[in-house]
């Protein structure tokens, strides 16, 4: 009985799952082309070691088409070759800004502060954030701009297709989308002005300067992280409308290459997502009980002979997959993050958990060379 319950269970958790997807998967487009004139744009980008990524970074936002664009770039303290190669590419392109960073304030964030400081550098009225590492296609900011006055938003943000490398990247990047397409409810997001539904990319984020002064920009979280959900759900707190987009078509970037790289870069952000004590315990049993169990009650089930229980348990397995199956053909993701998805869940949910248990034992992140409390 216990068997059979726990295999109702998968199933009703896998059900819920496939249906969010399906149901996200049914409203998440790409943004379109076709603003009524020409935008003005400032492009942001912070950058701090990034020698082998500002150049590449520079020449998409530099070939950006249908609009003006000024590219602003923070050289926060880096050690490498990055202030040399911002200083060449600016003597030889005046759309180029070089902003030096200032000390790190207590309290602060390094990758908040530097976005702050180009925020407050801007001129222009639409501010497009980009991650050093996110590659541009000559239409992106366009494309986004378009939307946002297609839709009247005030904010537009969306996950670049995530270039996948190494095995560990193929496995775990995409578990990024799991959580976010799997849970949710882009359509009631769109509906209601709940700050609780606003949700972004930090990498790949435009926002109208009105609406970003109104929400306090980065300043209102200067100790946080996470500004892919703290800057739209501000926006949408102070009375702006944000949205999420299929950004796969527009901006591509490589998040991380190594395991620790993608253990440590997942938790600096985890508690200001799933890892907190309430949140983390409904996390595992969704991720877990929806995306594990069923793995388990199937092969249990076949032991013990359990016709009723494989049956359950094998339409959760098959109801999951097809789900990451849809996912992984529209977001151009690895089909070897299909066949192991499991195993992405089981390490999503070791990362929350050792990230609750750093911040309960006071321990904070580090990234960057930086260290931060909780």
């Known amino acids: 009985m216990i068997l059979l319950a726990l295999s109702i269970a998968g199933l009703a958790l896998a059900l819920l799952f496939a249906g969010m997807v399906a149901a996200n998967l049914g409203v998440l487009a790409p943004p379109q082309a076709g603003a009524s004139q020409r935008p003005a744009i400032s492009i942001l980008i912070p950058a701090r070691d990034e020698e082998a990524n500002i150049g590449a970074a520079l020449d998409g936002a530099l070939a950006q088409t249908g609009v003006g664009v000024e590219v602003v770039v923070l050289d926060d303290g880096s050690t490498d070759a990055t202030p040399r190669i911002l200083a060449e590419r600016a003597a030889a392109d005046p759309r180029i800004r070089i902003l030096n960073g ?11 502060h530097a976005c702050h400081q180009l925020g407050t550098a801007a001129r222009q009225p639409l501010l497009l954030f980009v991650d050093a590492d996110v590659r541009l296609s000559e239409d992106a900011a366009l494309r986004l701009a378009a939307e946002m006055e297609t839709h009247a938003l005030d904010l537009v943000s969306g996950f670049p297709r995530q270039i996948t490398g190494s095995t560990a990247e193929r496995i775990v990047i995409p578990q990024i989308f799991t959580t976010l397409l799997g849970y949710l409810p882009l359509p009631m997001a769109r509906a209601r002005p709940d700050p609780s539904f606003g949700a972004g990319c930090g990498q790949l984020l435009m926002v109208r300067r009105a609406a970003y002064d109104a929400a306090g920009g980065h300043a209102a979280f200067a100790g946080r992280m996470h500004d892919g959900l703290n800057l739209p759900r501000n926006v949408r707190a102070s009375g702006g409308r944000t949205d999420l987009t299929d950004a796969t078509p527009i901006a591509a970037c490589r998040m991380y290459e190594t395991f620790p790289d993608i253990w440590e870069g997942f938790l600096k952000n985890a508690t200001e997502g799933m890892a907190t004590p309430r949140a983390l315990p409904v996390w595992t049993l969704l991720l877990f009980g929806g995306h594990v169990m069923p793995w388990l009650t199937l092969a249990s089930a076949l032991v013990a002979g359990a016709g009723g229980a494989a049956i359950l348990s094998a339409a959760a397995v098959i109801a999951v997959l097809a789900a ?20 992405g869940v089981l390490i ?27």
């Open 102 to 112: 200032a000390t790190l304030p207590e309290g602060w964030i390094g990758k908040t």
């Open 324 to 343: 990451r199956a849809a996912m992984a053909r529209r977001l151009d993701q690895p089909w070897l993050s299909v066949a192991l998805h499991p195993v």
């Open 348 to 374: 999503v949910l070791a990362i929350q958990w050792t990230a609750l248990s750093r911040a309960s034992r006071g321990k904070g992140a580090t990234w960057r060379g930086r260290s931060y409390g909780i």
